[in-house]
Every structure is written in C-alpha cells, then in structure tokens.
C-alpha cells in the first residue's frame, strides 16, 4: 500500500485517470485501464473520479479494457456499487453486462435486485450468466439472521426459476450459482439452512440430467453434487 | 466460424409456439416470414414430429429473390430449412442437401455444406472437394463486385473437417487454404486440418490466429478451437481479447470434443471464472 500525500489524497492517480479520458486507441484504453485499475487496487479509500472512469470503460465496447475495469471495480469493493447501480444503461447490453458482471464479483447485497431482474428478464444471455453467477455470490453473512435468511432465499428461487432458461451458458452459470450458494449454507446454522441447502441440491440433480444441447452442464452440475456430497 | 445462429428477424426471444404451430406456419407457403420462422424454430427445438423432415425438405426446394426491404435473404426459406436439417439427424435429408449444394445461390450451397458437414454425410466428400478443388487462386478468388469468393470457402472446407474423411485427397484439396491471403479461410483450412489429422501444427496456426489484431479475426479462431475441441489451447483461450461468451463456447468445445490434457477440473474452472 502507498502512502499518499496529505493534502490530496488522490493525486497519485490523476494522471491515470487523464489517460483512460484521452486514450484514442483500443490498446492505449487497455493499457490505460488496466494501469488505474491496478493502482485502484491497492488504494483505500479507492478515488470516486478513478472508479468514475473504470464505470465509463464498460460503456466503450473495448472487451480487453473492460475485463480490467471489471477487476478493478470488483478491487474497491463496496465503494463502487453505488456508481455502478446509478450509472445502468439500459440501452447498451454490452455495458450492462460488465456492470452486472462487476457487482457480481463484489457480493454486494444492494446488487440482489437488479441480479434478480437481470437473471429473470434481460435479453442477454451474458447478462443472465453473470447474474446467476453473482447471486451465489452474495456477501449475507454480515447480517442479520432474518435478512440474511431473506437474501440467500430470495436468490436461490431466482437462480431455481433460470435452471430451465433455453441458453446453455445460463444454466451453466446457474449450476455455478448453486453450488456456492449451497457452500455458503452450513448444515450447522440451523434449520433453515439445511432446507435451502436441499432445494439447492435438487435443482442441481435436475440440471445434472442429459440435457438435449450440451453435456457440459450436467457434467458441471455431478462436479457440483460431488462437492456438496463429498460422501456421496 | 462464428455465423451459426440465424434465429427470427424480430426479437431473439420471439412468443413461443407449439411444435403444431411451427408445423402449420411451415406448410403453408403465403407468408414466408411465417415459414422462416417455422424453420429455425423447428431446427432450434430439435422437433421429432414426423412432419418436420419432409416438410422442411420441402422448404429446401422453395425459391424466391432477396428484399433487402424487408430484411428478408436470397432463398430465406430454403436457407433455413437447410439449416435446421443439419440438426436434425436425419440422414434422408442428405440427397436434398446434396441437390441444393449444386445450387446457382451461394448462400444456399453454404447453409447446405454446413448442414451436411453436421449430418456428418460422407456423400457430401466427394463433391464438396469437387467445388474446392481449383484452390484459393479459384474456388478460393473474390467474386468482382461483392466481399464473397467464388465458392463459400470457410462453410465448404468446415464441413469436411466435420465430416472427418482424413484421406490424403482430402487433405491435399484443403491445404493450399491454409495459404489464403483471408485470415478467416486459413482459420477454416487449420480447424478442419487439424480436425483431421491431429497434426499440432495445424493448432499452432489457430493459436497464431487468436492473436490477430482483428477482433472478428480472433472470434473465427477461437470458434475454430472450440469445434475441434483442441485442449492444448486452454491458456491461449483465456488469454485473448475477446469476449467472455466466445471464450466460454470454445471451452464447451474443448469439455464436449476434446480429450486428455488439461483435464476438466481444469477446464470448467476456467469457464467457472468467464461467467
């Protein structure tokens, strides 16, 4: 970690966010993303004009660039849920699908809605698969029992409703979804745990079935049995 | 080749409708969106109604001109009846496919050649070679005023890789392709020989590909991998800029085709961390 100047705690990265602002090549973005996105990381508090910028690059239609943005959102944590829930714009599936991406990857529980919204109803299927994957990944345990019994229920029926969605890629995600939503239920925590924990189990018995286009989701889904059930 | 879903014009999702339904729309011949439909759904769902293959055989025979107007292709009703005979499974499909791979529309001896290629028709060798035989300076030279070659290369050279006749004559027709000065025929040539004898350098050039500077250049390879399920590849795979649904297909590919080295921990692990 760096030390930072007293009088502007954020001048270091400055300059890193000018060249994200005025990069005029694909691979000039890249490199610029990927250099503030590292720096972001090991800052703390992260600058809002850096995350500012990372939550613009998902917009450009830049994969590499964005990839970087991802990890480096995904690095300042909660600080950059709030600008990426404000800044949704539903008209570029691309963008979406990093920022769905993004809050997925920080476990958020503020992102449960729009990964609910996103897994039942959006066009893309990059969408669908990001969110299933994040809805297994929610940070609950910080809460309160009630809500945190809440949140994980409220995920798993999401992630139940997609095992049927037509693209293999989000039933896929959805196996993926599962399997560490169950890992996160412990059999010792109580009653309510282990009833989640078994519909999990069964939807991916399900999704272990030969399915008529692919046999990678049912190969995923006997890895996943094998984990939970490591008896079995 | 990244092409293969061509799914209704209008929204991807489209209203559901029963298999009847997609029957019925495919029998009558007033409005061919209607039939359009019919055709990809039939196809896309996998129908194993009776009616489904004969009707969609003789869908191939139909005919009409392009309207650019309407978004509507050259043979839009034959094109995707071919298409959705390729995956189907029926072999009785095969004389047809051969028929419309003789056809004036190129467009239409492409969707032909990739159905018989998935059919795995080994009918469909002989002529195919015939078509590819005179080789990039022929088959392979662009057509005067329009992007497309004298032949559809990539779709013709794909199927005898599918297909999987790895006889000398084969080899020897595909090969010059791999010289083409297109980087997506060479991309075709590498896939299909690789497919066909197993020969790493033919990965290496696909490997070669997935750095290209063009984007369309690197998804071409990276389909290509994932078709021939080539394992080798899995780092090179996660190391390209493009995107992650690309990347995830071409590892399904190396899952389902592939085998050996690296093994699948591995493998849905690194499609686990592309969700």
Known sequence: MSSLPMTDPFASVSPLIQAVEQADTATALLVATARLASQLAGDDPPAPAAIAALVQVLGFNNPGAAVAAVDGLIACGEAAVAPLLDNLDAHNYGARAWAVRALAGIGDVRGLELLEQALAGDIGPSVRRAAARGLGQLRSDALPAQERREVLERALTALEAAAADGEWVVRYAVVVGLESLALALTPESGGSDGELRQRALQTLTLLSQPDQDTTVVPLRANQALGRLNPAA | ?275
């Not at chain 2, 025979?61 to 071919?82: F, I, K, L, S, Y």
């Not at chain 2, 018989?116 to 080994?122: K, M, N, P, R, S």
């Not at chain 2, 088959?139 to 790895?166: D, F, R, Y």
């Open chain 2, 1 to 275: 080749m990244a092409g293969e879903e061509h799914g209704p014009p209008l929204t991807e999702a489209g209203e559901p409708i029963s298999e009847a339904e997609a029957l019925r729309r495919l029998r009558q011949t007033d409005d061919q969106s209607l039939q359009y439909y019919a055709a990809w759904w039939l196809g896309r769902m996998r129908s194993r109604h009776p009616d489904t293959v004969p009707l969609l055989r003789s869908a191939l025979r139909q005919r009409q001109p392009r309207d650019p107007g309407a978004g509507v292709e050259h043979n839009a009703v034959a094109r995707n009846a071919a298409r959705a005979l390729g995956k189907l499974e029926d072999g009785g499909a095969v004389p047809d496919l051969l028929a419309a791979l003789e056809d004036d529309d190129d467009g239409l001896r492409e969707a032909a050649a990739r159905a018989l290629g998935e059919l795995g028709a080994l009918e469909a060798v002989e002529p195919i070679c015939a078509r590819l035989a005179s080789g990039p300076a022929g088959a392979g030279a662009p057509q005067t005023n329009s992007p497309k070659l004298q032949e559809p290369c990539e779709a013709l050279i794909e199927a005898l890789g599918a297909i999987g006749v790895a006889d000398p004559a084969v080899v020897g027709v595909i090969e010059p392709f791999s010289g083409h000065d297109r980087p997506l025929i060479r991309s075709a040539a590498a896939r299909a020989l690789l497919q066909l004898t197993a020969e790493v350098r033919w990965g290496e050039v696909l490997l070669e590909l997935l750095e290209h500077p063009q984007l369309q250049v690197r998804r071409a390879a990276l389909m290509d991998l994932g078709a021939v399920g080539w394992r080798p590849a899995l780092e090179p795979i996660r190391a390209t800029l493009a995107e992650n649904s690309l990347k995830l297909i071409a590892l399904r590919g190396l899952v389902e085709q592939g085998s050996g080295e690296p093994g699948l921990e591995a493998l849905l692990g690194a499609m686990d961390d592309l969700l």
